[in-house]
């Protein structure tokens, strides 16, 4: 199959300002070192500090962020917004665990606290990463200076949304409903490339308006991505068909890490351009 690699642009843009929680989808975004500006800034821990998720949480999903000048506002189905402020440096410091890794982070207070344990049924504290320069990229993938915030371990993810179409008529084959690329959680998702065609940018650099990207590595996929977004609910798609279509050694693999080369500014409609 032959295709015209000028035809590739940026058709979606998300962030997840906290992890694990609901998106907010925007038509730019600023790029900076340890990703995209606001991404996974802030993170939901438990009474020992350590990570939750929508692996075992799946309520996580019911808080969708918003971003404000001085920080967020939370909202949830069937409880009043709460103001959550950047909280300042220098107060209530602590350190959360995120996947064995302890970090550095500044709690966002009682008031924000008590929000999130009701949505969660369970006491939950939230923490924002004051310093996104703690973490490290894995240096098997990354160089000394790579930075990440509180994403699994890269700061973007790319999906392809031919890749998405090709999981969708597996799902039918099977008698399956489809997923929505919102499943995977990526930050950019690229459209004019045919299905799979990001297997062959592994190693190689692509550029997104005016940022360049290092694609280090493939995305292995978790049981995060059989949670649906918008209910919650939790099945065995897509990662069924996922392990009969695109096991590795490496895992079941969807979607592209990226590593920015510099910061910038993407668009909806830029010309994504592999190098």
Not at 53 to 72: D, E, K, V
Not at 194 to 213: K, L, S
């Amino acid at each position: 199959m032959t295709w015209d690699a000028r035809n590739v642009r940026l058709s979606y843009l998300a962030t997840y300002p906290i992890k694990s929680c609901y998106r907010v989808e925007a038509d730019t975004a600023e790029v900076e070192p340890w990703g995209l500006a606001g991404d996974r800034r802030w993170i939901v821990v438990d009474e020992a500090a350590k990570l939750m998720t929508q692996r075992h949480w799946p309520a996580l999903g019911r808080i969708r962020p918003r971003y404000t000048g001085s920080g967020l506002v939370l909202e949830a189905a069937g409880l009043e917004p709460v103001d959550v402020p950047y909280p300042v440096v220098g107060r209530g410091e602590g350190e959360v665990e995120h996947f064995r890794e302890w970090i550095a982070a500044t709690s966002a207070g009682d008031v924000a606290d008590a929000w999130v344990s009701r949505v969660l049924g369970r006491p939950g504290r939230l923490f924002h990463l004051d310093d996104p320069t703690r973490r490290a990229v894995d240096p098997e993938y990354g160089t000394a200076g790579d930075r990440v915030s509180f994403a699994d371990g890269y700061p973007v993810l790319l999906a392809n949304d031919a890749s998405l179409r090709a999981v969708n008529d597996w799902l039918a084959e099977d008698g399956d409903e489809p997923v929505t690329m919102t499943r995977f959680r990526p930050n950019v998702v690229v459209s004019g490339a045919p299905a799979w065609a990001e297997d062959d940018w592994i190693g190689r650099r692509v550029v997104i308006g005016d940022v360049t990207f290092r694609v280090p590595k493939h995305c292995e996929r978790c049981v995060l991505t059989t949670v649906d977004p918008e209910t919650g609910e939790k099945g065995r798609q897509p990662l069924r068909v996922l392990g009969k279509h695109r096991r590795f050694a490496s895992g079941l693999l969807f979607a592209v890490n990226l590593i920015p080369d510099g910061p910038g500014k993407i668009a909806i409609g830029d010309e994504v351009t592999i190098l």
